[in-house]
């Protein structure tokens, strides 16, 4: 399985970023589907997951900003995060999960500056 992340970049402090997450393979082969994040200096933390039944869980600290999503057509996962905030800078990575093993895609830099 490979998991190719897009859409990182700069933004100011109260703007938007679209992060893609597409698979090699079908998302019905997987359980779930998570961006996780890891701030310089910082351990990598989970920001979002969904599983194949639709439900979703937050992080605190992004709940009410960040909205993840699926596309089974195209085979991709999405973070929509909104109202930037400067501790929200990060290489955010997408992850999925089958029966028999966990995935990880590359990582795409999002740093939320003025």
């Known amino acids: 399985v490979q998991l190719q992340a897009s859409g990182g970049g700069l933004v100011q402090p109260g703007g938007s970023l679209r992060l893609s997450c597409a698979t090699s393979t079908s998302i019905f082969s997987f359980t779930s589907l998570a961006w996780y994040r890891q701030a310089p200096g910082k351990q990598r933390e989970l920001v979002a997951v969904i599983s194949t039944g639709g439900t979703s869980n937050y992080a605190d600290s992004v709940k009410g900003r960040f909205t993840i999503s699926r596309d089974t057509a195209k085979n991709t996962a999405g973070l929509q995060m909104n109202n930037l905030k400067p501790e929200d800078t990060a290489v955010y990575y997408c992850?999925?999960?089958?029966?028999?093993?966990?995935?990880w895609g590359q990582g795409t830099l999002v740093t939320v500056s003025s």
């Open positions: 992850k999925v999960d089958s029966t028999l093993s966990t995935y």
